[in-house]
């Protein structure tokens, strides 16, 4: 038995209270879990999307038009899922997908992912929106591994300033963010007039960054927390960006960088020809444009049109093991995790992060052996056949 699927030997061995925080091992149920326990702000914003959520239920909608056709009689006793994505090792082709704001979920946010994520020998990316400054989660991660995200702001400055930071603290791969230089209509938070960020949740990397400071006249105090805030509003996001500044970004970064929230075959290879490493095929999981197309459906024209030049990864609705090998049938080589992990954290911390992403994992190992697949890359099309 692998170690990835270990966790279900354990969990039948050692009864359920000593390896589960009393979270549900089906991660379909962990969104009304969560909801019970946090407040109708926080769930509010972790579980919305944007306009009528249609491209939210789409995400799920398309990972149900797909079902998985098991093959038998293979030998698949030794398997082996781990992954080399953009020159980081992994145990499986799984990341954690970039989530500001953790705070609102749990007090020890980013810094207990990034503990359940070293635990698990799995890659965290940190969002620039974190609650916790870089250095601090990258100090509770330790050795793991980490990879940055990227919300470019209007001021060059500030951006190479991020990006030193980042470089300084480990994290090794650059994922920017391309899908949301301003926050969608997103009704459920609308309708409370709840934006995080007003309330000082998700400054913490502009708040102690020493561009940002000499523009607010000094390190952010009560008397310049307006006056912060204020130019947090006007820095945030970047409207006007176009493909030619990537050719920037390069010159700041030499470790390989990937475009997130692409969704069209055209964008991906300008993701190619501009020298990026990769791409993540997302739509930020319906937050952005509510009636674009569902992720999975997006996906296979653009890994097409990469070519395998550059790496495709993918979010957007991933919710349970079966789903990951799905979208790695479909060609991406690595999938995010999003909105899962976080019901993890708003639940149990650190403890159930962990469990979260231990679910994950053993059934993504159970669901490849089942139906045939000692490794990921014996996976194609052949695995998936349309409801
Ligand atoms: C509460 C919340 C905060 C997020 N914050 C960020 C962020 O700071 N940066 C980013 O690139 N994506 C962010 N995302 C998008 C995720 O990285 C990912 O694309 C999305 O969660 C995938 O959809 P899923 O959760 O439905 O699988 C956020 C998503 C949620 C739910
Ligand atoms: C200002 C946006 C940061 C968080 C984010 O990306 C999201 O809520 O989707």
Redesign the pocket.
């Known amino acids: 038995m692998s170690q990835l699927a270990d966790f279900q030997n354990e969990i039948y061995l050692n009864g359920l209270a000593d390896v589960l925080p009393g979270l549900p091992t089906d991660l379909t149920r962990l969104a009304g879990a969560a909801e019970a326990k946090l407040s109708a702000t926080s769930f509010g914003?972790?579980a919305g999307a944007a306009g009528s959520e249609a491209t939210?239920r789409a995400?799920r909608e398309a990972f149900d038009r797909w079902r998985i056709v098991p093959r038998m009689l293979r030998d698949v006793a030794e398997r082996d899922l781990s992954v080399t994505v953009l020159g980081t090792p992994m145990p499986a082709p799984v990341l954690l997908?970039?989530?500001?704001?953790q705070s609102i979920l749990h007090p020890d946010g980013e810094l207990a992912t990034a503990r359940a994520a070293a635990a698990t020998g799995l890659t965290a990316i940190l969002?620039?929106?974190a609650s916790h400054t870089m250095e601090d989660v990258a100090e509770a991660g330790g050795d793991g591994p980490r990879w940055y995200?990227l919300?470019w702001p209007k001021d060059r400055e500030l951006a190479a300033s991020f990006l030193d930071r980042a470089k300084a603290a480990g994290y090794t791969a650059l994922?920017v963010?391309v899908d949301?230089f301003t926050l969608a209509w997103r009704p459920r938070d609308l309708d409370r007039a709840y934006l995080p960020f007003l309330r000082g949740i998700g400054v913490a990397n502009y708040f102690s960054d020493p561009v940002f400071q000499r523009a607010v006249g000094g390190p952010v105090t009560d008397e310049n927390r307006q006056v912060a805030l204020l130019h947090w509003i006007g820095q945030f996001g970047n409207p006007s960006l176009t493909w030619d500044d990537l050719a920037w970004l390069r010159e700041q970064w030499d470790g390989p960088i990937a475009l997130?929230g692409i969704q069209h075959a055209d964008d991906a290879r300008r993701a190619v020809d501009t020298g990026m490493d990769g791409v993540v095929v997302?739509n930020?999981?319906?937050?952005q444009v509510d009636g674009a197309v569902a992720s999975l459906d997006a996906l296979p024209a653009v890994v097409d049109a990469v070519g395998g030049q550059i790496g495709v990864l993918f979010?957007?609705?991933?919710r349970t093991g079966a789903d990951v090998a799905k979208a790695l049938a479909l060609g991406a080589d690595a999938v995010?995790?999003?909105?899962p992990y976080?019901f993890g954290l708003a639940l149990d911390g650190e403890a159930g992060v962990r469990h979260v992403l231990r679910c994950v994992l053993a059934e993504l190992e159970l669901t490849l052996a089942l139906s045939g697949h000692r490794t990921v890359s014996e996976l194609s099309l052949d695995f998936l056949a349309r409801a």
Do not use: M
């Open positions: 914003y972790l939210a995400n997908a970039p989530i500001g704001v969002s620039t929106a995200q919300y994922v963010t949301t997130k997302s930020h999981g319906g937050r979010d957007s609705g991933v995010l995790l999003g909105r976080a």
